[in-house]
């Protein structure tokens, strides 16, 4: 049975969101979303342009994109880093963005986990029926 779980990186001038695979079987990832202040965004850029109260100095934004992917036991993927001078003021405001990511087993069991709060990191997961992706709205 996969077990997803997540955390969150910071150094001053770096901030990475970064999900792992803890359990004992494939996850196949059906989708990673993220919101600010309970909105769904469509990217990264987004979520920038939300917190941001002013132009951010970062010398570069990574990504990878994780929905349709399978995690083997043990593998992690970083969804995001953010490099820079403009991280402490991402930081600040990352209590307003939350991350979903819904996964399911071979064998069809599936499970929503969520961080409520990148700040704070308030997480859970719950099993769900089936994991239901919108497209417009997929990191």
């Known amino acids: 049975m996969p077990i997803m779980g997540s955390f ?19 996850a196949v990832i059906h989708d990673v979303s993220v919101d600010v202040d309970g909105e ?11 917190v941001a109260n002013g132009p951010l100095r970062l010398e570069s934004v990574e990504q990878q994109m994780l929905s349709g992917d399978v995690m ?16 402490p003021a991402i930081r600040a405001e990352s209590g307003r963005v939350a991350l979903s990511l819904c996964y399911c087993s071979v064998f ?9 709060d990148l700040l704070e990191y308030r997480a859970e ?15």
Not at 15 to 22: A, C, E, F, P, Q
């Open 8 to 26: 969150v990186g910071y150094d001053f001038e770096t901030l990475s969101i970064t999900v792992m695979n803890r359990g004992l079987g494939p």
């Open 40 to 50: 769904p965004v469509a990217d990264w850029r987004e979520v920038l342009q939300a």
């Open 72 to 87: 083997a036991p043990g593998d992690q993927g970083t969804i995001v880093s953010f490099i820079g001078e403009g991280v």
């Open 108 to 116: 069809g069991d599936c499970w929503a986990h969520r961080v409520q």
């Open 125 to 139: 997961t719950a099993e769900v029926a089936e994991c239901r992706a919108d497209a417009s709205t997929l990191f």
